[in-house]
């Protein structure tokens, strides 16, 4: 099918064109929670524990109370049933819920747990151009760094920067003038034989993917300075939905290593 049927909303499915939020939830007024995009395979969501452990970290930087695990993989396996979805993806939003006006805290939250599905695209993302943001940057000093926050205004704008500029996204750096991660995703790159990748301490979300590559070997972290792009001998963003080439970086074209981009997504879209 082209497009879901349902949501589901603290667990109960509702049609997808049905309101269910409530005017006064705090992730809606104040981008006061976390979300999490995960890969659906064969029905399933194959990755779910690695995801639960983030959102778990996450709810624990919010001071906010952390779903079930059951309860959770209860509403997940709903969901997928209801959309007949085998082969898509899977978004988790969460916020601390309702609460009073300003920024008060609830006394006794309740919070809001959103599940949205998507279909996967047909074929892979195609090379894009990148374009360093140096406006809009990552604050690597902050603890919301490590965390998949519903507020990407930072991202959202270097972006809208990128593009006007001509370029696809951005690429993000630090308040040191290093390389932290691209709008949305985990930069990766080939240099002087390894695969490399910003350390969280420059800013990068401890990525779902990101981790599984650092796990098996086959990357590094590194602190990656801008005037390293023109050497590098290929580029990519990861996330765990897609492996998308990278052809230039500002002015530096990028190499296409075709190779390459076929087997991180052997690796990483294959068995877990």
Not at 19 to 42: H, I, K, N, W
Not at 151 to 162: F, S
Not at 194 to 217: I, M, Q
């Amino acid at each position: 099918m082209n497009q879901a049927a349902f949501i589901s909303f603290n667990g109960t499915l509702y049609p997808e064109n049905q309101p269910c939020l409530p005017t006064t939830d705090r992730g809606f007024l104040f981008g006061d929670g976390l979300f999490e995009t995960m890969r659906v395979s064969q029905g399933t969501v194959p990755l779910l524990e690695r995801h639960y452990q983030r959102f778990t970290h996450g709810c624990q930087v919010l001071r906010s109370p952390l779903p079930d695990f059951d309860i959770l993989h209860d509403a997940i396996k709903a969901i997928l049933e209801a959309n007949h979805l085998q082969e898509g993806s899977l978004r988790l939003s969460f916020s601390r819920g309702p609460g009073p006006r300003g920024l008060s805290l609830p006394p006794h939250p309740s919070p809001s747990l959103l599940l949205t599905t998507a279909p996967i695209p047909q074929s892979h993302p195609t090379p894009i151009r990148l374009a360093l943001s140096h406006q809009h940057r990552r604050d690597e000093r902050s603890i919301l760094c490590r965390v998949k926050s519903l507020n990407a205004l930072p991202a959202i704008l270097a972006r809208m920067d990128a593009q006007e500029r001509g370029a696809d996204d951005a690429l993000m750096l630090n308040y040191k003038g290093t390389i932290a991660e691209a709008s949305s995703a985990t930069f990766l790159t080939y240099w002087k034989g390894s695969y490399l990748t910003p350390p969280l301490e420059d800013g990068a979300l401890p990525g779902v993917s990101r981790a599984r590559l650092l796990e098996k070997g086959l990357c590094y972290e590194h602190t990656l300075a801008p005037d390293m792009i023109q050497n590098v001998e290929g580029a990519w963003l990861i996330t765990a939905l897609s492996v998308t080439p990278i052809a230039s970086i500002d002015t530096y074209p990028i190499p296409l290593r075709t190779d390459m981009t076929e087997t991180l997504r052997d690796i990483l879209y294959g068995a877990p």
